[in-house]
């Protein structure tokens, strides 16, 4: 047998995905379990094993992460992989079949995809046709009418539902806005253009085509899913279609990492993996290697709380004294006050500014920040959208 020295530094738990054999897998990653290196060195696997790579299908949640599992896969094989496997987000899967296949359901391969910034244009001409941006009472913009459209198609929900649970504001224009996707709908396919979730809406089209859907789920050997736990009711069903043959399945995912409701995004779809594919084995990856223990005692504690979840333990053998804080603040100014005078304490014990951080989740929260930052001459780096006085 080949000696695979990239087999002995996965413990036992990333062994037993990488190796599984037959049927339907979900695999429970935890933060920080090495999830990329287990789906990279499962493609490896598979490859050594005799699987050509042009019949797998590795769906990513962006094009950097599926580029930098293959990145690594070569690396394992030393073999030149990435023209051949098919590797990337559900939307650029869908535009290669599409072309190829298209035909079946009516669809000419010269087709144009939009892009956000297209699709929201078209709808604002539409808008602007229709007389509804110049009214007296106020008509959704442009951007809000592209999101209501997209829940809509990816969670195939009706739309009177999502503006009373999304969008409450916009319930009074209910017909308008039927109008608007009508004419929108038209106008897509009177020029042969597909904006994003059509993407998806045509390759589930595909599927149950007589012929072809069986030709489209048999180019593959195994499917591969990444980040399962951000994918939508669309994506499933396209999932389910794509494995019913041969049901070599495995998804990846973490059910407490559920943070996007983009383009209709479920966690539901996780959680019912295991019905949607009866004889799923569950294989849960614990083991961190990305922070110490106390902080994970401290992330079990809040997730245990979860009412429905895959219920795990994260542990690590990184051993550390320190215990993480949690402060509480009345509002936002004493927020920045406790930030500011925490990072002037380490300061004095010797920690230098170059080796303190602030994290936070969308770039406009550090606003207040930066300004009582700039107030007390702390000096510092900003990561990620406009510095504040920029803005």
Not at 32 to 37: D, L, W, Y
Not at 162 to 179: G, K, Q, S, T, Y
Request: net charge negative.
């Amino acid at each position: 047998p080949m000696t695979r020295p990239w087999m002995d530094e996965l413990n036992p738990m990333q062994r037993s995905a990488v190796t599984h054999d037959g049927g339907p897998i979900l695999v429970i990653a935890g933060a920080g379990t090495g999830k990329t290196k287990t789906l990279a060195c499962r493609v490896a696997w598979l490859i050594e094993q005799g699987t050509a790579p042009d019949r797998i299908l590795l769906l990513t949640f962006t094009r950097r992460a599926a580029s930098e599992m293959i990145r690594r896969a070569q690396r394992l094989t030393r073999s030149d992989i990435s023209a051949q496997i098919w590797a990337g987000t559900f939307h650029a899967v869908s535009n290669r079949l599409l072309r190829r296949y298209g035909r079946a359901i009516g669809l000419e391969p010269d087709f144009t995809v939009m892009d956000q910034a297209d699709a929201e244009d078209l709808i604002n001409l539409i808008r602007g046709d229709l007389e509804l941006g110049d009214t007296t009472r106020r008509f959704p913009r442009k951007q809000t009418l592209l999101a209501i459209y997209s829940r809509a198609v990816n969670g195939s929900v009706k739309l009177r539902p999502i503006l009373e649970d999304h969008f409450p504001w916009c319930e009074a224009n209910v017909d308008d806005i039927r109008r608007v996707f009508e004419e929108y709908a038209k106008r897509k396919q009177e020029q042969h253009l597909l904006d994003y979730d059509d993407l998806l809406l045509y390759w589930k089209a595909l599927c149950p085509s007589p012929g072809i859907g069986d030709t489209v789920a048999e180019l593959f050997e195994h499917v591969l899913v990444d980040e399962y736990q951000d994918t939508n009711l669309m994506q499933a069903q396209i999932l389910q279609a794509m494995g019913c043959h041969h049901r070599q399945v495995m998804v990846v995912g973490d059910d407490a990492q559920s943070i996007y409701s983009f383009r209709a995004a479920t966690v539901h779809n996780i959680l019912e993996f295991p019905n949607q594919f009866p004889g799923t084995q569950l294989i849960k990856l614990e083991q961190n290697y990305r922070s110490t223990q106390p902080i994970l005692d401290a992330s079990n504690a809040v997730m245990a709380e979860a009412q429905r979840q895959y219920a795990k333990n994260l542990f690590s053998d990184r051993h550390g004294q320190q215990k993480p804080s949690l402060i509480t603040c009345f509002d936002e100014a004493a927020q920045c006050n406790a930030v500011c005078q925490r990072v002037l304490e380490q300061l004095e014990e010797g920690n230098e500014l170059r080796k303190q951080a602030v994290l936070f989740r969308a770039g406009h929260h550090s606003d207040l920040l930066e300004v009582e930052l700039a107030r007390r001459n702390i000096p510092f780096v900003k990561y990620g959208g406009l510095k504040f006085v920029e803005a």
